[in-house]
Structure formats: structure tokens, C-alpha cells
């Protein structure tokens, strides 16, 4: 009967799913966020060792809470055991006492959020709030997310434990944010996620396109987000844009792994029901007021999902929206998306125009997406020559395989045509 | 044994892959992606990078305080790394084999490039104590 999935299986997922509860819980009782990691580690093995034969306890997430506290106890004691031979200092409190707090109270609270707002904290580097969300809250394993970002397991391992130290040495709170920081931390919340959906989706070095593994996660993440929010227009808008941009990835790579560009996609091939909700996630939430940077660029995203074909994508709008986007984020890449929606909707003279004045801006200057604009904006001026050199131009500079072998192939298929 | 397998392409020469037709562009990118899951898949590759082209490389040096003084690389250089693989394999002859295979992906018109790959062994720790 194919009824209900095997015990092995649905253990890892819940076990997936309580890790960074019971993480949260642990370490809002106890603080030492490295210590309280280990004795998580411990409970999660004690349950793949026990639940399997013994089936579900009636409370998983208490018995995790139950087990980890056990660990931490005796860790607690060890530590006190050692200041004491070490310090010769007698608490006056009784070791009874001071563990007492280590009884598991029947608190269900979340305290994944918590968590979450620790490890994106803005005292770590991007980089080190990307491995410890991944290790705490995603519950991979740090061999997982050296595979994904392509680097040996052992500096994954310490870029985990230096990120531990920094919010060790900095105090780091794990607490509630007041009312005032929440906007600013959820901010940087959103920004991880962002940062690891888009290290799946586009791979910024290495000769593959996609590492699935990071998108997947992001969207998970993003997914539990929003389910501890549900009521944040940004925290929609950010799972919204991941739907509707991880909805072409089948289209987006050619049988030997070739980019394909947007409006070359195969849109048949697209994902209907994640941009069915992607859609529905906008939908809900564009009427409700303040709209942000990730509703937006998931507008745009959703107004490309929603087109039959690229001729009949509605630039317009998407101009009206990068217009909008343009107007709270001073981001020289929303001005050069400005631009391409200007040379869809004026022709390609008005949107090379705006590239000129792009141009002067230093942040911008010698970046290969400036060129590779041009290039497309000078062919569909009809300008074959300035195109060529401007595809080859983009293809020297830029640090991703898949996008060269895509420019010099256009490059080449310019070339090709003119005999 | 660990090798390094480097590819240097010299400036000029017959690596000028972006003035190639399309097909064959295509074809010797199919011929890369297919040499590195082979090497995957025999277990011998131990990592490989293709580095971005040499226009914004730059080189170097620490000046008196220990800040960096940087230079551009100079278009006049004869030759530049294009990207390497590094191979653990049980002799140098296997090592021979995978560059002479690297060194014969297809250029123009699908013919050989035959290109120079330097072979270096890379450096191990010290030997097993022997009594």
C-alpha cells in the first residue's frame, strides 16, 4: 500500500523541522550557544538510535528538549566541577538549584525565530550568517554546506566556529528584539535567505548553474519564515520571488548545461504551481500597504511568469515597477533592469542612452552585466559589430563559466549569421 | 600521487576560443564538461578551476608599510593560466595520460587543439618512517 511514508523517512523530516525548536529552546535557557549545539547534536543521535525501534514518543519536540537538557546538565556540571577544582570557590548556591532551570517546562513556544535573528545577526560577516543559519536553523551538516559552496569541509568548520566566537565575544543576545530593532533584524534575515537562494540559483563560481541543495534550502527557510510571520509584507515578498524566479530553473539550462536566456525559455516548461503560488503569496499581500524591495522584484518576476511568450510580456508594468524599485533602493543594478525595461518599451536607443549615464556611476564601471546589456540592446539596434565586440567584452570579465561560454556562443552565433 | 595539470594558453595563440564558430565553441565546451565527469567518475580528480580571463588580473606586491601595490598584468604577456586540474592517480604515466587527453580537445573545425599542459607533481608530506 503506498499509505503512509516509511518511519526512517518521516523521522529525518521531523527531525529536520525540530532541530532548530529545540536549539532555540536549549539555548534561550542556557545561553552557551556552542555547548547548547552539541548537546542538540546528542538528542537528535539519541533519537535516530531510539525512535526507529522504540516508534514516536507522544512529544518528540519535548523529548529532544527533554534529552538535550540531559546533555546540557552534564555539562553544566562538569563546568562548574572544573571552576571549582580550578577556583577553589564554593558556590552558595547549591548545584541543585543552579539546575534547576534545566527542568523542561511544558513552554511550546517557537523559539525558531529567535534563532534565526541570532544567527543572521549584524555583527557576522554575510558569509558566516550564511554557514550558521544553514548548520542551526537549516540542520545541515557542515560537510552539506561545504559541498554547496564548493570549499573543503575544514573551512566550512571553522568558518562555523569563528562565526560561534563572534557572537560569543560580542554578547550577542538571544533574545526578542525590541519593537525598534525588529524591522532592521528581520531586514538582515531577509538578506541571508536572499544570499543563499541566490548562491543556488545563479552559482557565482563554478562550472554549474544551479546547486539546487542551496535554492531548495533558502526556499525552506523562507517557507518557515513566513509561517512565523505570516503577517510581514516583505517576508511574503521574499518567498514570493524565489517561487516565481526558482519556477523556470527546468528552462534555464539546456541539455549539455548552457544557459538559456529568458526569453528563449521553453515556458512549457515552466513550474505552474509554485508560480500559481508565488502569485497567490503577491496577491495577498500587495494590497496590504508599505511594499518593500522583495515584493517588488517579485512583481516583476510574476509579471514574466504570467506571459504566454516574451513578445507578449507586459514591460510597461515592469517598468512602472522597477520605476518604484528604483525610487527605495539606490542599487545601480535596479537603474540597469530600469534601463532594459526602457529599451523594451522606448527602443533600444533610449535604453542605450540610460547605459551612457550608467556608465559614470563607479559602482557599475568595467562590470561584465553592463556590457552584456549593451551587447543585447546593440543587436537589437542592429549594430552586429558593436554587439560582437560587447558580448566578448562582457565574456573577459565575468567569473561565471556557464554566463562566458553563453556571451562568446552569442558572439559566435552574430558572427556566424553575418557569413 | 597528487598532479597539477596546468593549461596555459598563450596570447595570440590557437586558444582564442571566442573568435571560434559557433559549433565548435559548443563542441569543445561539451568535450570539457564530459573530460571532467569522466575524471570524476574514475575517482583520480581531486579539483579543478578555470580561471577568468587575464584582463583584470592583476599583480602584487607588498610596498614598505605592507599595503598592497597592484599592477595590471601586461598585454605583452606571452602566455596566461587558463585553468588547472589536480589528479590523484597511481603514476606519472596516468597523470601523462589526462593531460595528453586535455591537450586534445577539439578547436576549429573539431581538429585537435593540441594544446601545452604543464604537468607538475605537487608536494606531499613526509614519508611513512622506515626502519
Redesign the interface.
Known amino acids: 500500500m503506498a499509505g503512509a511514508p516509511p518511519l526512517d523517512g518521516r523521522i529525518q523530516h521531523l527531525l529536520r523541522e525540530l532541530s532548530p525548536q529545540v536549539l532555540g529552546a536549549v539555548v534561550r535557557r542556557y545561553r552557551d550557544f556552542a555547548a547548547s549545539e552539541d548537546a542538540v547534536q546528542e538528542a537528535l543521535i539519541a533519537a535516530v538510535t531510539h525512535w526507529p525501534g522504540e516508534g514516536l514518543p507522544d512529544n518528540p519536540r519535548a523529548w529532544l528538549i527533554r534529552v538535550a537538557g540531559r546533555r546540557m546538565t552534564d555539562h553544566v556540571r562538569a563546568e562548574t566541577a572544573r571552576r571549582h577544582r580550578e577556583q577553589i570557590v564554593v558556590s552558595l548556591v547549591p548545584p541543585e538549584e543552579q539546575l534547576a532551570i534545566a527542568a523542561v517546562d511544558g513552554d511550546e513556544r517557537d523559539d525558531t525565530l529567535d534563532l534565526l535573528f541570532m544567527c543572521c545577526h549584524p555583527t557576522l560577516s554575510p558569509s558566516s550568517a550564511i554557514a550558521l543559519t544553514l548548520r542551526s536553523v537549516g540542520g545541515l551538516t557542515t560537510a552539506e554546506i561545504a559541498r554547496a559552496f564548493l570549499v573543503p569541509e575544514a573551512t566550512m568548520a571553522q568558518r562555523i566556529s569563528r562565526a560561534k566566537q563572534t557572537i560569543k565575544a560580542s554578547g550577542v543576545p538571544f533574545e526578542v528584539p525590541t519593537a525598534e530593532q525588529r524591522a532592521a533584524r528581520l531586514g538582515a534575515v531577509n538578506h541571508v535567505l536572499y544570499l543563499i537562494f541566490n548562491e543556488g540559483y545563479t552559482a557565482s563560481s563554478g ?1 554549474e548553474l544551479h546547486r539546487t541543495d542551496l535554492s531548495g534550502e533558502a526556499l525552506r527557510l523562507a517557507r518557515l519564515l513566513h509561517r512565523l510571520i505570516p503577517d510581514d509584507g516583505e517576508v511574503a515578498g521574499l518567498l514570493a520571488l524565489m517561487l516565481l524566479t526558482d519556477a523556470r530553473r527546468a528552462a534555464r539550462t539546456g541539455p ?3 544557459l538559456i536566456p529568458l526569453d528563449e525559455q521553453d515556458r512549457s516548461r515552466w513550474d505552474r504551481d509554485a508560480i500559481g503560488e508565488g502569485v497567490a503569496l503577491l496577491t495577498a499581500t500587495l494590497p496590504r500597504g508599505a511594499v518593500g524591495p522583495y515584493q517588488l522584484q517579485a512583481a516583476v518576476a510574476a509579471v514574466h511568469d504570467e506571459a504566454a511568450s516574451a513578445a507578449e510580456t507586459d514591460w510597461p508594468q515592469i517598468l512602472a515597477l522597477y520605476g518604484l524599485l528604483q525610487r527605495i533602493s539606490d542599487n545601480p543594478m535596479v537603474t540597469l533592469n530600469h534601463a532594459i525595461a526602457v529599451a523594451m518599451v522606448e527602443g533600444p536607443a533610449a535604453g542605450l542612452e540610460r547605459l551612457d549615464a550608467l556608465a559614470r556611476d563607479p559602482r557599475l564601471a ?1 562590470h561584465h552585466r553592463l556590457d552584456a546589456v549593451r551587447a543585447h540592446l546593440l543587436e537589437r539596434a542592429g549594430d552586429r559589430d558593436g554587439a560582437i565586440a560587447f558580448f ?1 567584452r562582457a ?5 561565471s ?1 556557464a554566463e562566458r ?1 553563453y556571451l ?2 552569442r ?3 552574430l ?2 549569421a553575418a557569413g | 600521487m597528487k598532479y597539477m595539470l596546468m593549461m596555459n594558453t598563450p596570447t595570440g595563440g590557437p586558444y582564442q ?2 573568435q ?3 559549433q565548435d ?2 563542441a569543445h ?2 568535450f570539457m ?1 564530459s573530460f ?1 565527469r569522466q575524471l570524476g567518475e574514475s575517482g583520480e580528480l581531486v579539483g579543478a578551476e ?1 580561471l ?2 587575464p ?2 588580473a592583476k599583480v602584487v606586491r607588498a610596498g614598505k608599510d605592507g599595503t598592497p601595490i597592484t599592477d595590471g598584468v601586461f598585454p605583452e604577456s606571452k602566455e596566461f593560466l587558463a585553468g588547472y586540474w589536480i589528479v590523484d592517480v597511481d603514476s606519472p604515466e596516468r597523470a601523462y595520460q589526462i593531460a595528453a587527453q586535455a591537450s586534445a580537445a577539439p578547436g576549429p573545425g573539431g581538429a585537435p587543439l593540441n594544446l601545452p599542459i604543464e604537468v607538475r607533481q605537487v608536494m606531499s608530506g613526509p614519508p611513512a618512517d622506515s626502519f
Open positions: 562550472p549539455a548545461g548552457e568595467g566578448q565574456a573577459e570579465r565575468t567569473a563559466t561560454n562568446i556562443t558572439a559566435a552565433r558572427r556566424d | 576560443i571566442a571560434w564558430p559557433q565553441i559548443k565546451i561539451a564538461m571532467a578555470g577568468a580571463g584582463d583584470q
